[in-house]
């Protein structure tokens, strides 16, 4: 498999590292519990198909990336700077 890298552009999958889900979104302080960070921390869907996951570029230019992969072919639909995607969560 190789991922776009929005700097570096395209690599082998061997220069990253998969880092989770981007869909999971942390606790705030308001919903802070050992429940909730033992969820946010442990449980992960599984799915088959379109998935968002955060990549870093770990033996070229260290940026997180976040992917649009399809889970089922490896199609890669997209990829762009994880700083773009924080941005857009922004309040």
């Given at each position: 498999m190789?991922l776009?890298?929005?700097?570096?552009?395209t690599r082998?999958v061997q220069?990253?590292?998969y880092l989770?889900?981007?869909n999971?979104?942390?606790?705030?302080?308001?919903e802070m519990?050992?429940?909730?960070?033992?969820?946010y921390?442990y449980e992960r869907?599984?799915?088959?198909?379109?998935?968002?996951?955060?990549?870093?570029?770990s033996?070229?230019?260290?940026a997180?990336?976040v992917?649009v992969?399809?889970?089922?072919t490896h199609?890669?639909?997209?990829?762009e700077?994880a700083?773009?995607?924080?941005a857009?969560q922004a309040?």
């Amino acid at each position: 498999m190789r991922l776009p890298c929005p700097y570096c552009g395209t690599r082998g999958v061997q220069e990253f590292t998969y880092l989770g889900d981007a869909n999971v979104k942390r606790p705030g302080p308001e919903e802070m519990s050992e429940a909730a960070m033992a969820k946010y921390v442990y449980e992960r869907d599984n799915p088959a198909g379109r998935h968002r996951e955060y990549w870093r570029h770990s033996a070229g230019c260290r940026a997180w990336i976040v992917v649009v992969r399809d889970t089922k072919t490896h199609r890669i639909e997209a990829a762009e700077p994880a700083r773009r995607e924080a941005a857009r969560q922004a309040p």
